[in-house]
Every structure is written in C-alpha cells, then in structure tokens.
C-alpha cells in the first residue's frame, strides 16, 4: 500500500512538473513573432505592409519603406479621418467621389478567434421585440431556450410563458423546424443599431432565420445546397446594413447571408483552419480584406465590394517549436502539459508531445545518473526498475519525481 501510494505522488509531480517547467521555460526563453499587419492598397493596387521588430516599419511589397504620412495616404479607406483632418484626403479616387458618410456607413470590421467558438454557450436567449416605436431596445423579462419545444422563461418568476412558448414552437413546426436547435446564433445586447433576432439552425441542419415582430413570431427558413451545413454562425450589426452574419461551414469555407432576400454567398477564401487560425475581415468602400492569421502564416484575400477576389498576399514564418528556442525545449523535454490554450476557453489537460526525439539522449543521461545514485546507495538496481523505466519513459520530469518521493523513504 506505502509503494502505491508513494507511485500516486510520483504520478503527481510528474504531471505538475510537466505543467510548470514548460510554462517557465517558454516564459523565459520564448521570442514571439508578431503578425505583420497587410492591408490592400486602393491607390497602388498593391498591399501596404506593417511590422514591428521592435521598431515600426511599414513597407510595400517591392520593398520600400513609407512614413507614418506616406502610409497613411496609401490606405485612405482606414485612415480617411486622419486625412480629412490633415486636408490630405482626395476629393475622388478611381473616380468615385470621396463622400466621409458614405465612407463611414461603409465600413465594417470582424474578428472571428478560434477560443470564441470552443467556449461555454449560453443557454438562455433574450429576443428583444424588433418594431417597438422607440428609439432603443430594451432588454425583455423573460429569456428562451430550444430544447425539445421554444419555451420562453420569466426571469423574474422563473415561471414558463405558456402562450407564448406555444405559439413560437407552432410557427417553427409550421415552418419545418426540427426540434432541437443545435447552432443559435445571434446579439443578445441592446447596444445595437436594431434588432434582427437569430439564426438557428435546427437538429436536421436545416437554417431558420427568427425574430418577435410586435409580439408575434417570425419564422423564414433559408435555402440552402443540398449537404451544407454550418459549425459556427456570427451576427453583425454593420451600419450598411447588407448581411445578417458570417458563416463558417463543416468544410471550412465562409459564408455571408445577405440582409432581406436571404441569399447565401460563398466567400472566394481557402486555407482557412478555424480550429487554430483568426479571421478578420475589414470591410470598406471599395474592397474586403479578409486576413487568416496562423500560428506560422498570414494570408490576406482582398475582395472587391461585390465579393470577387482582386489580389491575395501570403507569408510564412517557422512556428515557435520550429525555431532555436523550441529546437532546445525538445530536446529537454519529451511533453508539455497545458491546462489552457489559445484556441479554446476551456480549462483542460492538454498534451503536446516533442517535435524531436533529443530527449531521449537527455532521458538516458537521467537514467545512467540514477543508477550511478543507486549504486553508490548501496542499493539494487532491481528493486529500481521501475523508477529507472518512469525515468526513460518521462525524462527529466520523472527524474524529479522519483527523486523527490525517493524508495528508501518508504522502507
């Protein structure tokens, strides 16, 4: 029973140690690379290119450097407020001209981050009412879920609407609904220009589009291909007001549902992982850059303002595990242990194995360490096995281990 329970606590610091020397050693040892920040350029019809090494630099892609003026005037769609300040703002460009409300109503900006997808979902919902006659919403007093049947719930009483659960479950049958709802998607804060409800998608795949019209339902099922279906959707609330949301698709391809006739349009964007990679997409007057930023890459896809693609830049550079530092962590450590990541919300063991197997060299040295430790001990070396094979099999964090809840102690 002593040696079991001396072999839990050997456990224990092995998975303790394999959390925090890792964490310790990247914290010491990591240079993280920044994402050069690429935007296209309306005026040269090229990309205009930031970084920061520590100093800013901004650059085109032939290699000429810019002033923060000179950078500046090469993206008037970002930087048109600066520019109309300076009174270096064109009157017109590809003669169009510049008009700061249409400029404004004109932009738009979206961010999609993998941790946002793999979090804990809400599972009450609040559907504001979308034709009230007042000027701002006003969050409601009861909350819904979809579940085997709409049920609406007083948040006050926690008591169950009856009516109204009844008759929104009876329009979404009517409609076709599949009960559960497994994907709903939509901006449940009153800090928006206007209420558009959500988009549910139910148990069978198929896409509804719901919202309270003066106290009343409102159920449209959207048309889809045949074999699409979605693994996230995110609303917007752009001032153009020209789509209800984004919508990433099973194969990873994104979507735009277009505001009122409902049509869907796949973006021309490939390469994009949205277990692991950030989207962002910044919308203007003439373009769309649609940005997939990876761990090692950077792809920027510009779209013209009827989504066609126009130009595309993409650079790569090695991952942290790829570079001098992370070479070294492989070969002193066979794994690494996270309780969180970057890509998910979730606190959660998480195992990453060495990209090399140079630990193994360091494992032996470990290994031939405790036998010279054994022998000098006065010891047998069978009666060790078993620490020598946790040794070989976890390198430097069971040398540690066993080295802290030693076998004589527990003779």
Request: proline share 4%; with cysteine.
């Amino acid at each position: 029973m002593v040696r079991i329970s001396r072999y839990i606590l050997v456990l224990t610091a092995i998975i303790g140690s394999a959390v925090a020397l890792p964490n310790l050693y990247w914290t010491i040892m990591e240079k993280p690379v920044n994402s050069p920040y690429v935007m296209y350029s309306i005026i040269d019809k090229g990309y205009m290119i930031q970084r920061s090494t520590p100093a800013i630099v901004r650059q085109d892609t032939k290699g000429n450097s810019y002033t923060r003026e000179e950078y500046e005037k090469k993206l008037p769609m970002m930087f048109y407020m600066q520019l109309a300040s300076s009174g270096t703002m064109p009157d017109s460009i590809n003669g169009v001209e510049m008009d700061m409300h249409a400029l404004r109503k004109a932009r738009s900006t979206y961010r999609y981050q993998p941790k946002v997808r793999d979090s804990p979902q809400p599972g009450l919902y609040p559907l504001f009412e979308s034709e009230s006659g007042r000027v701002n919403l006003e969050m409601p007093n009861d909350f819904f879920r979809i579940q085997d049947w709409m049920v609406f719930i007083d948040a006050k009483s926690n008591s169950v609407d009856e009516a109204k659960s009844n008759l929104f479950t009876a329009v979404l049958t009517k409609r076709g609904f599949e009960f559960p709802a497994r994907i709903i998607a939509g901006l449940p804060t009153t800090r928006k220009s206007c209420d558009e409800g959500y988009l549910v998608s139910d148990a069978k795949e198929q896409l509804f589009h719901l919202k309270m019209v003066k106290g009343k339902p409102y159920v449209k099922k959207v048309a889809l291909p045949d074999n699409l279906s979605f693994k996230w959707i995110e609303c917007v609330d752009f001032s153009n007001k020209l789509y209800y949301a984004y919508l990433i698709s099973a194969a990873n391809e994104v979507y735009v549902l277009f505001q009122d006739t409902y049509e869907l349009l796949k973006l021309p964007v490939t390469g994009f992982n949205p277990d692991v990679d950030e989207l962002k997409i910044y919308g203007d007057f003439f373009n769309y850059n649609v940005i997939i930023d990876g761990e090692s890459y950077l792809k920027n896809i510009t779209l013209d303002n009827k989504f066609n693609k126009v130009d595309e830049y993409a650079e790569k550079w090695e991952t942290k595990y790829q570079r001098t530092e992370g070479k070294i962590f492989g070969a002193i450590f066979p794994f690494e242990l996270s309780l969180k990541s970057d890509n998910s919300r979730y606190i959660d063991f998480r195992i990453k194995y060495s990209e090399n197997f140079y630990w193994i060299l360091l494992s032996l040295l470990f290994v031939g360490a405790e036998i010279y430790w054994i022998k000098r001990m006065k010891n047998g070396i069978m009666d060790h096995l078993a620490d020598l094979l946790i040794i070989a099999v976890t390198g430097i964090f069971g040398f540690i281990a066993v080295n802290i809840f030693q076998n004589k102690f527990f003779k």
